[in-house]
């Protein structure tokens, strides 16, 4: 005989995800594995999840349509790839960079830049 399928409640699954818990998190506050809860309510917390990150976008939106600056950063850098730090020099900089200091560095060692050849 079939062990007797575990009642859960669908809401209180779809609230949980809805709020961000892991399927993990979930099994563990209403009691059964988390299998179970992939097998039988995958879809409802898919679309849970989805709908929480459609709702914090909206949020998002809002606050940066209202000159929130912190939002406006964020954004910028999630979705327009920007960065508040400075590229790498090019290269031929850095070459130019590493033979300069290797000149200052010879001229040193041999007493300062030569002067003009024996007369």
Request: aromatic share 4%.
């Amino acid at each position: 005989m079939a062990r007797p399928r575990l009642k859960l409640d669908e809401a209180a699954i779809g609230d949980l995800a809805y709020i961000g818990c892991s399927t993990n998190e979930i099994a563990l506050i209403v009691g059964c594995d988390d299998q179970t809860l992939h097998n039988r309510f995958s879809k409802l917390l898919a679309k849970k999840r989805a709908e929480r990150r459609r709702d914090l976008r909206q949020l998002q939106l809002e606050a940066a349509r209202s000159k929130n600056p912190a939002m406006l950063i964020w954004l910028g850098k999630q979705e327009l790839d920007q960065v508040e730090t400075k590229p790498a020099p090019e290269q031929s900089n850095l070459f130019l960079d590493a033979m300069d200091l290797a000149s200052s560095q010879h001229d040193r060692a041999d007493g300062g830049t030569p002067g003009p050849g024996p007369q």
